[in-house]
C-alpha cells in the first residue's frame, strides 16, 4: 500500500508539474489581430471592447501603432542599419495590433471565428490565428490527452492497490476464518465480525500513508532542486511544503479508504453464513 | 414455537437434501431427528438457525419466518437457539472459559455479567475447575461439555445438537445425553440430531425419522426404526 500511495502522490506531484508546464505554454499562445494603417483609432477600440465582452476571452491588449514602433526601436536599438532604414522610409510602416488571450486554449478557434464575422472586418489587415491555428490547436490536444492519460494511470493504480491490499486483508482474515464462523454461530453481529478488520485496514492505510511521506521527503529533497534548474517557474519542494497538511490529510485519507474498501469486500464471502 | 413448513432444499436436480418435510416443536419439547448419514438431519438443523436457506418452503421460530428476517436480526435469533456440534467449534487458543465468555462478548455483554454468568455454567456443566483449560487439554466429552455450556449461557429457548455424540466414547456420551436432559428438565427445548440407536431407544421421546430428506415417521415416544 505504500507503494501505491507513493505512486499516487508521485501522480499528484506529476500533476502539478504538467500543469505547470501546460499553463505556463498556454500563457504564450493568443491571437493577434492587427489593424489596416488607415483604421480610425476609435474604431479600434470599439472592436476591442466588443471582443472584451465576449465570454471566452480572458483579456486583451491594445498595441497602437506608435508603440509597435517604439517597442520595434527598443528591441533593435543596436542595430543601426534598421534604425536608419526605418528614418529613410518616413511614415512608420507598422499596424496597429490587438493580443487576445483567451480563458482556454480550446476557445480560440471560436474567437477567430466571431472576429472573421464582425462587421470590422474591412478594418483588420490580418489575423495571425490562421498561422498559429495547428500550434495552439496541438497543444490544447496535448494538453487534455496528458490529463487524461493522467486520470487513466491513476485509476489503474487505484485499481492494483486495491487489489493489493485487498489480498493483504484476506490473508488476516483465512487465517481468522475459523474464528469468524464461531462468532457467527453464537450470534455475533456482522459489524461486530467486521470492527477489528477494518481497525487492522485503517491502520493499515495511517502507517503506509507515515511510510509513503518518510521516502517521499527525502526523494524530493534530490529530485526538487534538480527539476528546478530546467523548469524553474515551478518549485516542487515549495508546492510540497506549502501544501503538506493537504497532502499528508489526503495521503491518509486515501489509504484509510483504501485499506477499510479492501477489508469490507474481502470480509464479505465470510459473512454469508 | 418452531414449524417447518413444506420444507424442500434441494442442491442440484441430481439430489435433494430435504423433500416437503413438515412436522413442529412446541416449546419445552425433547425431540430426536434419527436418519442415516446423509438424510438431511444437519440440513433442517442448519435451515433453522439460517445457515442454509430452503429452496422451498419456510422454517418458522417464534410465527416468524426465519428466512424473512433481515440479516441484522439473525444474530439475535442465534442468541436464541444454542447451537452444538460433533467437531464441538470451539477456538484452540482460548480456554474453557474464554470460549464461552466470548460468546458474551460478542453479544457485547458487560464484563460484570461475564464474570458472573460463566462459572455458573460451567458449574451446571460439571467443568468448575477446567475453566483454565485448553481445548487439547480436555478430553472429547469435556469439550462437548464446554461447547454446551457456550450454547447455555445465552439462556437460549432451543438447544439443537447436530450428532453432539459422534466422537465420544460410550461413558462420554451418556455424560452429554444426561446433560441435554437435565437442560431439558429446566425448561429449554432440545432438538438432537443423531443415528445412536441406543440413544433414541433409551430415552424414549418424541423421535422424527428422516430418509432420503423425507419425514418416514413421527412418533412420540418413538423408537429407533428404519426401513
Not at chain 1, 171 to 194: D, P, Q, T
Amino acid at each position: 500500500m505504500t507503494i501505491t500511495l507513493l505512486v499516487w502522490s508521485g501522480l499528484l506531484l506529476l500533476n502539478v508539474v504538467m500543469t505547470g508546464i501546460l499553463d505556463s505554454l498556454a500563457s504564450k499562445i493568443d491571437i493577434s489581430v492587427y489593424f489596416s494603417l488607415d483604421a480610425p483609432e476609435p474604431a479600434i477600440k470599439d472592436f476591442q471592447q466588443k471582443i472584451q465582452q465576449l465570454s471566452q476571452v480572458a483579456d486583451t491588449e491594445y498595441i497602437s501603432r506608435d508603440e509597435a514602433i517604439d517597442v520595434f526601436k527598443d528591441k533593435h536599438s543596436g542595430d543601426s542599419t534598421l534604425v536608419a532604414s526605418l528614418q529613410e522610409l518616413g511614415s512608420n510602416p507598422f499596424e496597429a495590433s490587438l493580443n487576445i488571450r483567451a480563458k482556454e486554449t480550446g476557445q480560440y478557434g471560436s474567437i477567430a471565428d466571431f472576429i472573421d464575422k464582425t462587421e470590422f472586418k474591412n478594418i483588420i489587415s490580418k489575423i495571425n490565428f490562421a498561422e498559429n491555428k495547428t500550434a495552439i490547436e496541438r497543444l490544447s490536444h496535448i494538453i487534455s490527452v496528458t490529463r487524461q492519460s493522467g486520470l487513466v494511470l491513476s485509476l489503474i493504480m487505484a485499481f492494483i492497490a486495491i487489489l493489493v491490499a485487498f489480498n493483504t486483508v484476506r490473508l488476516a482474515i483465512y487465517s481468522s476464518r475459523e474464528e469468524i464462523s464461531v462468532m457467527k454461530l453464537v450470534g455475533a453481529s456482522n459489524w461486530f465480525v467486521r470492527g477489528p478488520f477494518i481497525m487492522e485496514g485503517t491502520l493499515h492505510g495511517v502507517f503506509s500513508s507515515f511510510f509513503a511521506l518518510s521516502v517521499m521527503i527525502p526523494a524530493l529533497g534530490v529530485i526538487g532542486p534538480r527539476f528546478n534548474s530546467f523548469l524553474p517557474e515551478i518549485n516542487l519542494i515549495s508546492y510540497f511544503y506549502g501544501n503538506i497538511w493537504q497532502i499528508v490529510l489526503l495521503q491518509t485519507a486515501a489509504g484509510v479508504a483504501l485499506g477499510v474498501f479492501s477489508s469490507l469486500i474481502a470480509i464479505r464471502r465470510y459473512l454469508k453464513v | 414455537m418452531i414449524r417447518f413448513q413444506n420444507v424442500s432444499k434441494i442442491y442440484n436436480s441430481q439430489s435433494a437434501a430435504l423433500r416437503d418435510v413438515s412436522f413442529s416443536v412446541d416449546s419445552g419439547e425433547f425431540i430426536s431427528l434419527v436418519g442415516r448419514s446423509g438424510a438431511g438431519k444437519s440440513t433442517l438443523l442448519k435451515l433453522l438457525i439460517v445457515e442454509e436457506k430452503p429452496s422451498e418452503g419456510r422454517v418458522y421460530f417464534d410465527k416468524r419466518d426465519v428466512h424473512k428476517m433481515r440479516p441484522h436480526e439473525v444474530p439475535f435469533l442465534r442468541r436464541r437457539i444454542g447451537a452444538i456440534f460433533q467437531d464441538f467449534k470451539l477456538l484452540p487458543q482460548k480456554t474453557a472459559y474464554e470460549n464461552i465468555a466470548f460468546a458474551m462478548e460478542v453479544a457485547g455483554k458487560p464484563k460484570t455479567e461475564i464474570h458472573h454468568d460463566v462459572p455458573l455454567v460451567l458449574d451446571l456443566v460439571g467443568l468448575k475447575d477446567k475453566g483454565n483449560n485448553f481445548p487439547r487439554e480436555l478430553s472429547g466429552g469435556e469439550k462437548q461439555r464446554v461447547a454446551i455450556a457456550r450454547a447455555l449461557v445465552h439462556r437460549p429457548d432451543v438447544i439443537v445438537a447436530d450428532e453432539p455424540t459422534g466422537n465420544l466414547d460410550p461413558i462420554n456420551t451418556w455424560d452429554v445425553i444426561r446433560l441435554l436432559i437435565k437442560i431439558n428438565e429446566m425448561g429449554t427445548t432440545v432438538i438432537l440430531a443423531t443415528h445412536d440407536k441406543e440413544i433414541i431407544n433409551a430415552l424414549s421421546r418424541r423421535v422424527v425419522s428422516l430418509d432420503k430428506g423425507a419425514v418416514i415417521r413421527d412418533e412420540n415416544p418413538g423408537r429407533y426404526i428404519l426401513s
